[in-house]
T-cell receptor, first 115, second 114 residues
Framework: AQTVTQSQPEMSVQEAETVTLSCTYD???????LFWYKQPPSRQMILVIR??????QNATENRFSVNFQKAAKSFSLKISDSQLGDTAMYFC????????????FGGGTRLMVKP | DGGITQSPKYLFRKEGQNVTLSCEQN?????MYWYRQDPGQGLRLIYY???????QKGDIAEGYSVSREKKESFPLTVTSAQKNPTAFYLC?????????????FGPGTRLTVT
């Protein structure tokens, strides 16, 4: 079974600054996908970024980028130029390859962006 | 306008009553999922279905039941056997073939049992 751990329950950052959210996972699989989801106060789950484990290049989506370290089983999310709208819960999630697309979630990190 | 709908947004029930949460998708996705979220916690998988008339238990299936009679619908029943049913429930769907493995989520239903 897979486990996903987010060791930072809460974080805060000043507007326009950069923040990094940590995620580690445990798996014996070699092929898998990793995701970061954002859950704002509306509670709608929004996909932020995803990474295929077979790709060495770190994924980037505008202000969001990841640092994927496969050997260390680490998958951190960096948010650059933080905006007030980035205030949300952030969840790291693991998906085993070719196994029904099921997600295993971490416990989440609550991020507060301060003006 | 494609997406996933869950109704109602808020649901209140008395203890001892069964309650059914609705989930409908018009994305033509094969797979559907139900998650439970408790305050300040991550999502936990209750049930999932990869094809019509078939479904599997997730990590916390006790006290819940589902059906998948149509591809677009996957209702969840919270039974009186569920010891702590008050929670936020999220439905999701995903396409199993074609390379797009992303899960799409509905807006959720907040269930309060008193």
């Amino acid at each position: 079974a897979q486990t996903v751990t987010q060791s930072q329950p809460e974080m805060s950052v000043q507007e326009a600054e950069t923040v990094t959210l940590s995620c580690t996972y445990d798996t014996s699989e070699n092929n898998y996908y990793l995701f970061w989801y954002k859950q704002p106060p509306s509670r709608q789950m929004i996909l932020v970024i995803r990474q295929e484990a077979y790709k060495q290049q770190n994924a980037t989506e505008n202000r969001f980028s990841v640092n994927f370290q496969k050997a260390a089983k680490s998958f951190s999310l960096k948010i650059s130029d933080s905006q007030l709208g980035d205030t949300a819960m952030y969840f790291c999630a693991f998906m085993k390859y070719n196994a029904g697309n099921m997600l295993t979630f971490g416990g989440g990190t609550r991020l507060m962006v301060k003006p | 306008d494609g997406g996933i709908t869950q109704s109602p947004k808020y649901l209140f029930r008395k203890e001892g009553q069964n309650v059914t949460l609705s989930c409908e998708q018009n994305l033509n996705h094969d797979a559907m999922y139900w998650y439970r979220q408790d305050p300040g916690q991550g999502l936990r998988l209750i049930y999932y279905s990869q094809i019509v008339n078939d479904f599997q238990k997730g990590d916390i299936a006790e006290g819940y039941s589902v059906s998948r009679e149509k591809k677009e619908s996957f209702p969840l029943t919270v039974t009186s056997a569920q010891k702590n049913p008050t929670a936020f429930y999220l439905c999701a769907s995903s396409q199993l073939a074609g390379g797009n493995y992303e899960q799409y989520f509905g807006p959720g239903t907040r269930l309060t049992v008193t």
